[in-house]
């Protein structure tokens, strides 16, 4: 799909994020810096994790931004977090598979650099991305817990959305054998599972009780996939 698919927001709102956080480049070069992001986006391999994901995301850093301390750098955060991504067999045997959240931070700090963010935001931008990685954020909530908060939001949707988000998951990793898969998926919602609690933020306690039934629903499934006879489907 090509960038100019997308409405005309989603361009405009990383110019105002950029320019509200002391970007100096020229409007167009901000706008071509969130074309070339949505081209990344757009990969083919991304089922799940594409612009719909990021809308969806930009969305609920929307809904959760009176937690913010700098809600602007937060979307920003949003938009690069996924920058860099590779389901790769490699890569996700290596529990690497997915948003490269390191490779991603690393991609914010040249490109906001480069249009001119001043330092201390760049970083801060940098950091926030690279703090998905493994989701953890301050229980008195703050920028990382609002952005952690929205990219697990997917979790406390209703049910069918739920196993919607499930089957475009695995779209991307159909190159990884079923029962590898399962086992990569239930060790997942095991972590997800002990975190407590699940969101950070004030106002994402409040999908809690959903996320929680979601994948409790989900990991009884997976047990009974991998206690199945036979070899999982």
Do not use: C
């Not at 970083?123 to 920028?143: C, F, I, K, Q, S």
């Not at 998951?169 to 002990?194: S, T």
Request: proline share 5%; net charge negative; hydrophobic share 40%.
């Amino acid at each position: 799909m090509s960038t100019s698919d997308f409405p005309s927001w989603l361009v405009s709102s990383f110019a105002r994020a950029a320019e509200a956080v002391g970007a100096t480049a020229a409007p167009e070069e901000i706008k071509e810096a969130a074309r070339r992001l949505l081209a990344r986006w757009s990969e083919p391999e991304r089922s799940y994790h594409g612009v719909a994901h990021l809308v969806d995301l930009l969305q609920h850093v929307d809904e959760l931004q009176q937690e913010t301390h700098n809600a602007n750098a937060v979307r920003l955060a949003a938009w690069y977090h996924g920058a860099v991504f590779n389901a790769a067999e490699t890569a996700a045997y290596a529990k690497r598979g997915g948003e490269d959240e390191a490779a991603s931070a690393e991609v914010a700090r040249d490109e906001l650099t480069a249009l001119g963010v001043p330092e201390p935001t760049v970083e801060a931008v940098a950091a926030l991305v690279a703090g998905l990685a493994r989701h953890t954020a301050p229980a008195d909530g703050g920028d990382s817990a609002v952005l952690s908060d929205a990219d697990l939001a997917i979790l406390a949707s209703d049910p069918q959305r739920y196993r919607t988000y499930l089957t475009k998951v695995r779209e991307e990793y159909a190159h990884i054998p079923a029962h590898d898969y399962l086992e990569a998926r239930r060790a997942i919602v095991g972590r997800l599972l002990a975190r407590s609690p699940l969101y950070t933020s004030p106002l994402g306690r409040g999908w809690e009780r959903q996320a929680r039934e979601n994948l409790n629903a989900e990991l009884a499934r997976i047990q009974r996939e991998l206690s199945a006879p036979g070899p999982a489907k």
